[in-house]
């Protein structure tokens, strides 16, 4: 059984520009979770969702950002008009009943 | 808000050093505590999940244990295999969200 796949794996983007982050969760997982590693501080949760709904998104900054985990393909994290404090390790993870969860590799934005 | 203290910060322990991990938390309605290993660059690799308090689980060198305040992850004859940051966190009433602790540095040395 395949793990949980991220991609790209690494991303650069000027300041201003769009970034957009995929995963797709381990086989028969219906929850994602996207969290968010900065540099030199530890893991903060984003956002809760299953397919085609946002459970919780208390850890997701009011604006720029936004996920999606449609119907189909994978889950979608969206950064817009990026700014060089969105450098950081970004990892998604998934569940399949909420419970344990199991991370991706992660995909890591730099902000030039 | 829910809140995990990890400690030590970092860890150096001679090959076959054992020792533990400790793992503080306070949360409203504990669905479970979990223990992640993370490598340099990867992704937290998931370790175990604990439920209630006086569970104990084990995997190869480790075991972890869980109290109502707190929990412990031992490291038993560890190898520098097990050099990695442990990674506790605690899933509360906010159904789905993990909060983690800042994490315990491990360097284990021949």
């Known amino acids: 059984n395949a793990g949980v796949m991220q991609n790209p794996r690494h991303l650069v983007r000027r300041r201003g520009q769009e970034a957009r982050l995929r995963c797709s969760p381990m086989?028969?997982?219906?929850?994602v979770y996207w969290y968010r590693q900065l540099p030199e501080e530890g893991l903060k949760f984003m956002v809760y969702?299953?397919?085609?709904?946002?459970?919780?998104e208390s850890g997701m900054p009011k604006e720029r950002f936004s996920a999606e985990f449609p119907k189909e393909g994978p889950s979608i994290l969206r950064i817009q008009q990026v700014v060089r404090g969105d450098s950081a390790a970004y990892f998604c993870?998934?569940?399949?009943?909420?419970?344990?969860?199991?991370f991706g590799p992660g995909t890591r934005l730099t902000v030039t | 808000e829910d809140q995990v203290t990890q400690s030590p910060e970092a860890l150096r322990l001679q090959e076959g050093e054992s020792s533990s991990l400790n793992c503080s938390y306070t949360?409203?309605?504990?669905?479970?505590l979990f223990w992640y290993r993370q490598d340099p660059g990867k992704g937290p690799e998931f370790l175990f999940t604990?439920?209630?308090a006086g569970e104990e689980k084990e995997k190869e060198r480790l075991k972890a244990t869980l109290t109502k305040k707190e929990s412990f992850l031992h490291i038993t004859a560890p190898k520098p295999e097990d050099s990695a940051t442990y990674l506790c966190?605690?899933?509360?009433?906010?159904?789905?969200?993990?909060?983690f602790g800042a994490g315990t540095q491990v360097v284990v040395t021949p």
């Open positions: 993870a998934s569940s399949p009943d909420g419970y344990e969860q199991y």
């Open positions: 086989k028969g997982h219906s929850h």
């Open positions: 969702l299953q397919k085609e709904n946002i459970i919780d």
């Open positions: 949360v409203s309605g504990l669905r479970g």
């Open positions: 604990l439920y209630s």
């Open positions: 966190a605690v899933q509360g009433s906010s159904w789905g969200k993990l909060q």
